[in-house]
């Protein structure tokens, strides 16, 4: 079978949905279909993957995260892309990722007769809104809406990252719930993994490069930094627990805006206890991860995935994340919860399970038992292909052939999260 994937992003980046792109075509290449990326003209190559970019902008030489007035012009390019590559191709089935993939995917459909799965990811309007780009209650915003409601129309199927996802698909845009499918974020869970006894010294000369020294415990953060990821926040919750322990020393991982940032650090006073990475390759988070004793997650979007918490949760670590629907359905009720948007809940949360150590590993314990029971790619490629072959054929999906997680825990009482 072959699969043509849409991906209106600079794919690879080391963040988000990238992540998703990727492991979701290593799954599938693992069972024998031949899945083809068509993407930005910026990005990094990785090997086994086949790639297609669009030429380059003119005036642009260089991409953005997130939303920008220069996409409509990259998309333009990707549907010639998208276009000529299908006809040459022929694919089978057509994957867009991202409400810009999904509107290129139907013309696409349109044109070739072969059906459309659109992956969401969350909210076309909430993530402008979240990157500031549109105004709530600007001129703007009904027609971006209206236009976000009728893409979500148009797929055979809508694949959902989240059961949040799809409760807002169907219940905010409309769409049918026979065409709604959750399909969760996964995680490799063998090369996320808790360390071996054999990487210590390894993980000892890691630490001893970035100057953490030896007696600090470690928090770490792996994603983008932004407002929206809560970064502002983090830094600000950083500084109260660091007042209050001295020992705690905080790894931030990721981009971009790493100088403004570190500005900000050194504004709060914390220089000395937070260590920037920049951007890290994807390859590198694993044993990155595995420094940490905790794993904070201060996304703010309402909308969004997080897979990183995946991540955290493969490494073995307590995760301490802000209140949100989906921290609760990926952690259920072995994570911590801060109260949504409040800096100084979520340092009480980072001091109370690092002075609670022994809770703290168990919950570990329990989110790895808990992301290789629900969260595998192994077991998501399997059911990724029952959902193509069912589609092709003209048919819903069966129940089993979905990966949907256990429903959310309710709130814990500890600490007001």
């Known amino acids: 079978m072959r699969v043509l994937m849409i991906a209106p992003t600079s794919f690879f980046n080391d963040y988000g949905c ?32 086949d790639i297609v970019r669009t030429p380059p902008l003119p005036w642009r030489s260089h991409y953005e995260v997130g939303s920008s007035r220069h996409k409509i012009a990259f998309d333009l390019y990707l549907s010639g892309t998208a276009l000529i590559t299908a006809l040459r191709w022929r694919p089978h089935l057509l994957h867009a990722h991202l409400h810009e993939g999904a509107l290129i995917g139907v013309a696409l459909r349109a044109l070739l007769r072969v059906p459309l799965i659109f992956d969401f990811q969350g909210s076309l309007t909430g993530e402008m809104i979240d990157h500031r780009f549109l105004d709530p209650d600007g001129p703007w915003y009904p027609l971006m809406r209206r236009l976000e409601v009728w893409i979500d129309q148009q797929p055979d199927v809508i694949l959902t990252s989240t059961v949040h996802g799809a409760r807002l698909l169907i219940e905010a845009f409309g769409v049918l719930p026979a065409r709604v499918i959750p399909f969760p974020d996964a995680v490799n869970t063998e090369v996320f993994r808790p360390p071996l006894p054999a990487e210590i010294p390894e993980l000892q000369r890691l630490r001893g490069e970035w100057g953490i020294p030896p007696e600090r415990r470690l928090v770490v953060y792996l994603g983008l930094l932004a407002p929206y990821q809560g970064t502002d926040l983090l830094l600000q ?13 905080f790894l931030v991982m990721g981009f971009p805006g790493e100088t403004h940032y570190m500005a900000q650090a050194a504004a709060l006073g914390i220089s000395d206890h937070v260590t920037f990475t920049g951007k890290l390759p994807y390859e590198h988070a694993p044993i990155y991860l595995r420094l940490g ?13 997080s897979g990183k918490l995946l991540n955290y949760m493969a490494t073995g670590l307590p995760v301490v994340a802000f209140d949100t629907p989906v921290s609760r359905e990926f952690m259920g009720r072995e994570g911590y919860y801060a109260r949504f948007g409040d800096a100084e809940s979520l340092a009480e949360w980072i001091l109370y399970a690092l002075h609670h150590p022994e809770e703290s590993v168990e919950r570990g314990r329990r989110l790895r038992a808990r992301v290789v029971a629900h969260y595998s790619w192994k077991a998501a490629g399997q059911a990724l292909l029952e959902i193509y072959r069912a589609i092709r054929q003209g048919v819903h999906p069966p129940a089993w052939a979905t990966t949907s997680p256990p429903g959310r825990a309710k709130t814990e009482g500890k600490l007001g999260g």
């Open 18 to 49: 990238h992540v998703r792109i990727l492991e979701e075509a290593r799954a599938l290449q693992s069972l024998g279909l031949q899945v083809k990326i068509v993407t930005y003209y910026k990005g990094r190559d990785l090997p086994g993957l």
């Open 237 to 249: 919750a950083a500084a109260r627990v660091v007042r209050l322990d001295p020992r705690v020393h």
């Open 293 to 305: 004793e905790l794993a904070v997650a201060p996304k703010m979007s309402a909308t969004e995935g």
